[in-house]
């Protein structure tokens, strides 16, 4: 049962332009979200997270929109540069400290 | 901040033989720390969760007499794959939350992954 679900296993985006990358859920007991941009052969990097009372949370380049009803989340990267260039995982937990259940992962290729 | 360590990096080890992995939280004290396997192309799968001065809790399927988890203190927690096997092959990934200490969030940061291969 997957409980986190990546849809795209891949991206590709030209340098400059917008990335986004799509996640779905099915557990409405999860309450807290996070990406992570992974290299390969390294461990995952902390992105950026929402909890679920806001719907939108931006970092720098790095925004993440979270559509409750639709138990949808999305990561806008504007403007993509080529090392940005990875997979990226979502992450689902019940609370902020709690065990993640992640996706399949997107990689994400942006070409100069 | 919240830099996750992992001791080896990549190991090759015989059928048979047991193989123990580090995880050491450098800047932070972890009261928790978590034990993934990632297969090539998928997604992280959490073997494990441990927390500090008591027994590992383990994901369904798991088998906890094959690897073994020990979380010492509240920076360093060990894998020990046991009569490791070639289906063991993997890339195992240790995470460590620490609550909110010196600005770190509650959030897992994850180490950098260790590569096991057996023969």
């Known amino acids: 049962d997957q409980q986190v679900k990546q849809n795209s296993p891949s991206l590709s985006v030209q340098e400059g332009r917008i990335s986004i990358l799509n996640c779905d859920y099915t557990n409405s007991m999860f309450d807290y979200f996070l990406w992570y941009k992974k290299y390969p052969a390294e461990g995952p990097t902390f992105l950026i997270s929402i909890s679920s009372i806001k719907d939108k949370n931006e970092d720098g380049r790095f925004t993440v929109f979270l559509n409750k009803s639709a138990k949808h989340l999305s990561l806008h990267i504007v403007p993509s540069q080529p090392g940005d260039s990875a997979v990226y995982f979502c992450a689902a937990t019940r609370n902020q400290g709690g065990k993640l259940i992640f996706g399949q992962g997107t990689e994400l290729s942006v070409k100069p | 901040g919240a830099v996750v360590s992992q001791h080896p990096s990549r190991v090759i080890c015989k059928s048979g033989t047991s193989v123990k992995i580090e995880c050491r939280s450098l800047?932070?004290?972890?009261?928790?720390m978590f034990w993934y396997r990632q297969f090539p192309k998928k997604s992280l799968m959490l073997m494990a969760t441990s927390n500090e001065g008591s027994k590992a809790t383990y994901e369904q399927g798991v088998e906890k007499d094959k690897f073994l988890i020990n979380h010492a203190s509240l920076t360093l927690s060990t894998l020990t794959v046991t009569s490791a096997h070639p289906e063991d092959s993997s890339f195992y990934i240790c995470s460590a939350r620490g609550g909110i200490w010196r600005g770190v969030t509650d959030t897992q940061y994850f180490g950098p992954g260790t590569r096991l291969t057996v023969l």
């Open positions: 800047d932070f004290q972890a009261t928790t």
